[in-house]
Each structure stands twice: as C-alpha cells, then as structure tokens.
C-alpha cells in the first residue's frame, strides 16, 4: 500500500539558518505529493503541492521538487523564521483506490531567535 | 467565514460510554474526512463520505460510525468508548477531487478515554 515516510524530529534551527525535511513515498501510480502544516492548537493547511514529476511546489519561501526517480518529495527554505515553527506533515494522494490523502508521521521545526 | 467546525475542543469519557463528534462546513464540499492524529504515526483516515448519503471506511474504521444526511454534516460516532481511542480528532473537507483540491481541516477534538 501507499506510505509515506519523513525523517524524525525535532529539528531545531537558528532563525535564518535553511531548512530540509526529508520526505520519501512509495505509491501505484503517479500520486500527488503534498506538504501540510499545522501551527499550535490549529487543524492541519496546505502549505504546497506538486501533482507530477519534476514539477516544483512552492508558498511563503518553502520549495519542494516532486523527483520520481528518488520517489522523494523535500521540503526547503532558504531562511526559517520564528513564525515557522510548526509540524509539517508530507503526503501524498495515489489515483488509484480509495479517496484518501496517506500523511507521513510528521516532522516538528523549532526555529530559535 | 467558519470553514470547518468541530465540536466539542476537548473531551473526557469513560470506557464504555458513546458520544458524537460533532463537524460542520459551510463551504458546500461534497468530500468530508474524519481523520485521528497519534504521536508518531501522523493522522490516519477513519471514514470519509464523497457526497450525502454515501460514506466508506478508511484505514481504521472499526469502532466507529458516520453518517452523511446532509451535505454540511458528518458527525463521527464513537459507540463505546476504548482507551485505544484517545486521540485527537480531525474533520476536513474539500470541493472536488482531493488530488488537486486542499483539504480544509478543522482545529481538532482532544478525546481522552478513561
């Protein structure tokens, strides 16, 4: 089945520093690969999204590159800021079977003044 | 503008007691979604309805019920309350077709099973 696998927080930062979260999925088909977050207390927002291969998903200076061969879907920012601490969830949406986004576990940023 | 609600915030049962989460959206999605969110293992979907009157089970339905009466309500059934079922509670929602449509998620129930 669908999975979606990211690396373990949390990661802690220096504002400013750059940010990678590593994100890898296994899916049937050609599935959408998405980046959600969720602030404290709150429900979970898009954050960006890529619906094939090699198409680059971008919003608020983050970036992710949906790279096919790599079945990896990263997370970037050139510059982090106190205000993006959150959990940032990666998923994907398969085309095949049920009508359902598969999240991975999440990963926890803290960014540090 | 409300998007998707959810009641109640936060909840506290005792095993073996049934209670609805309740969730409404304003935004006339035909998709809605109950997902619940665990340490470490991201949110996982119960069931989701693709219009009224038509739901299916998700990942990990079993001790569950929803209902899809009205195109504004998906209320999430819990029939008897385990402690394998203290969670957080998310309901979404999304016009079309969830690979190119953002799902609008509401701000989540804390259950607690005693």
């Known amino acids: 089945g669908d999975s979606v696998t990211q690396m373990e927080g949390p990661v802690t930062l220096s504002e400013e520093a750059f940010l990678t979260i590593n994100c890898t999925y296994t899916?049937?088909?050609?599935?959408?690969l998405f980046w959600y977050v969720q602030y404290p207390g709150e429900g979970l927002q898009l954050l960006l999204k890529?619906?094939?291969?090699?198409d680059k998903g971008s919003n608020k200076g983050f970036e992710a590159t949906y790279r096919k061969e790599t079945t990896s879907f990263h997370l970037e920012k050139g510059s982090v800021q106190v205000s993006d601490s959150a959990v940032y969830f990666c998923?994907?949406?398969?085309?095949?079977?049920?009508?359902?986004?598969?999240f991975g576990s999440g990963t926890r940023l803290q960014v540090q003044p | 503008n409300a998007g998707v609600t959810q009641t109640p915030k936060f909840q506290v049962l005792k095993t073996g007691q049934s209670m609805t989460l309740q969730c409404a959206q304003d935004m006339n999605h035909e998709y809605m979604s109950w997902y619940r969110q665990d340490p470490g293992m991201g949110l996982r979907l119960i069931h989701y309805s693709v219009g009224a009157g038509i739901t299916d089970q998700g990942e990990v339905p079993n001790g569950y019920n929803v209902s899809r009466s009205t195109t504004e309500d998906f209320p999430l059934r819990l029939l008897s309350a385990a402690p394998s079922q203290t969670s957080v509670y998310f309901c979404?929602?999304?016009?079309?077709?969830?690979?190119?449509?953002?799902?609008?998620f509401g701000n989540g129930t804390r259950l607690t099973v005693t």
């Open positions: 890529a619906t094939k291969a090699d």
């Open positions: 979404a929602s999304t016009k079309g077709g969830i690979e190119n449509s953002p799902l609008h």
């Open positions: 899916a049937t088909g050609y599935p959408s």
């Open positions: 998923a994907l949406s398969s085309n095949t079977g049920r009508r359902a986004l598969t």
